[in-house]
């Protein structure tokens, strides 16, 4: 089946430093990617769509000077947090699909990235 | 706004328990009703879905039924086994005519331990 992974699966960095964590779709080439973001007890929120070639889409609400996407290939995004604060301490979690496969269900994710801001 | 609400945990069971999580909806339209799985050190994986009134999903033991009138999609299992252990989400999707079918809205998940 489709794998995504995710580098690194811990992070943790200082208040002010920016923190780049990858996104890797493994054997299939993905057009889009997401990014979601998870704080403890609550839901996945998604952040923003990431689309190969063009710039990504974000939601309402999320910063995009803090959270650059860069998705250079069709096997990998990168969310940066630039200037990082300890209210960016969360989860991270992308999810990739792959193209020629309509809808929500084609969504593969990744196992996410645990950042903490010090 | 769309939102998904799921019941708390943890829920913990014996070995061949019977399971449900409860999980209810709001959002405008017909929206399309999922349950995701996640195993400890894994990434979300898609367990079963529903697409319109009255479907109902079904993989691995699990079912869940879309009932419109009570905006609800409840997961169920017969007999759970310890391999069932891990975190269930509940999420929805708009559906819609643009680039935005692509959304999911997510309940807070619910962590279940089977114990043998």
């Known amino acids: 089946g489709a794998v995504v992974s995710q580098h690194p699966s811990r992070v943790i960095c200082k208040s002010g430093t920016s923190v780049k964590i990858e996104c890797r779709s493994l054997d299939f080439q993905a057009t889009t990617m997401f990014w979601y973001r998870q704080f403890p007890k609550k839901s996945l929120m998604l952040m923003a769509t990431s689309n190969e070639g063009s710039k990504a889409t974000y939601e309402q609400g999320v910063e995009k000077d803090k959270f650059l996407i860069n998705h250079a290939s069709l096997t990998l995004s990168t969310l940066t947090v630039t200037s990082a604060h300890p209210e960016d301490s969360s989860f991270y979690i992308c999810?990739?699909?792959?193209?020629?496969?309509?809808?929500?269900?084609?969504?593969?994710f990744g196992p996410g990235t645990r950042l903490t801001v010090t | 706004g769309d939102s998904v609400t799921q019941m708390e945990g943890p829920v913990t069971l014996s070995e061949e328990a019977f399971l449900t999580i409860n999980c209810t909806y709001t959002?405008?339209?017909?929206?399309?009703l999922f349950w995701y799985v996640q195993y400890p050190g894994e990434g979300l994986q898609l367990l079963l879905k529903a697409t319109k009134a009255d479907d109902k999903g079904s993989n691995k033991g699990f079912e869940a039924t879309y009932r419109k009138e009570t905006t609800s999609f409840h997961l169920e299992k017969g007999s759970v086994q310890v391999s069932d252990s891990a975190v269930y989400f509940c999420a929805l999707s708009p559906l819609s005519s643009g680039g935005s079918n692509y959304k999911l809205t997510f309940g807070k998940g619910t962590l279940l331990t089977v114990n043998p």
């Open positions: 959002a405008t339209g017909y929206p399309s």
């Open positions: 999810s990739a699909s792959p193209p020629g496969l309509a809808g929500v269900s084609a969504q593969y």
